[in-house]
């Protein structure tokens, strides 16, 4: 096109997207507003081929949702606000390590129990240890993931040392997103293999998807910083 200017379709075909996606993102502030050209029709730029590139490769570093608030501040020239997510969303990665570690940890401790002794721990000091409310150990005790006695004199609920690691495996794993649904088998699993074994194949896709993010963060701060390189900084 006459002068880089490009069309919808230029910039929409590359993606696999449609050229109403593009004119949603422009609308969102995803993109840079285009000019008009005197008939009326969006007149797209390298700048905006580029900002859609970064945005692109954003969501599956930061998601659909942070990754339209990196690009939106952006556009309103508010870079330290977008570096701020892009920081706050390396430390959630960071974390869900340190969370994916934890899992490791306790699924070490999960040998073959020794005989514990019944009345370790009651569900309100439990809860407290967890971080969680009791209604939560409840919800997980009627899906079978945690599965304490009964005091047949106080009707309270007993949790024993190996009910007490069931509870704090659950809790890691649903931090590293993991639905109820899916944890119960992988425990059922554990007791009947009485170790780790089982989740070795779950621990190594969920350690899988958290390289791939961290790669994924790598590849969009490039295209980000060749966006802002060559069609922000300079222009301001």
Known sequence: MPGGRLR?????????LSTQAVRNYEQAGILPPAARTESGYRAYTPRHAQAL????ALIPAHGHRTATAIMQAINRGETDAALKLIDESHAQLLEDRRTLQAVEEALRA????????PGVT???PLARRLGIRPATLR???????VQPRRDPRTGYRVYTGADVRDAQLVHQLRRGGYLLEQIAPLLTQVRAAGGQEPLQSALHEWRA????RG?????????????LSEHVEPAS
């Open 8 to 16: 919808p379709v230029d910039l929409a075909r590359p993606h696999g």
């Open 53 to 56: 590139r970064a945005f692109l």
């Open 110 to 117: 999960l040998a073959p129990a020794r005989p514990v002794e």
């Open 122 to 124: 009651f569900i309100g």
């Open 139 to 145: 919800k997980w005790e009627r899906a079978g993931l």
């Open 209 to 212: 998807r958290l390289s791939a």
């Open 215 to 227: 790669r994924a963060m790598i590849k969009g701060a490039a295209e980000l910083e060749t966006y």
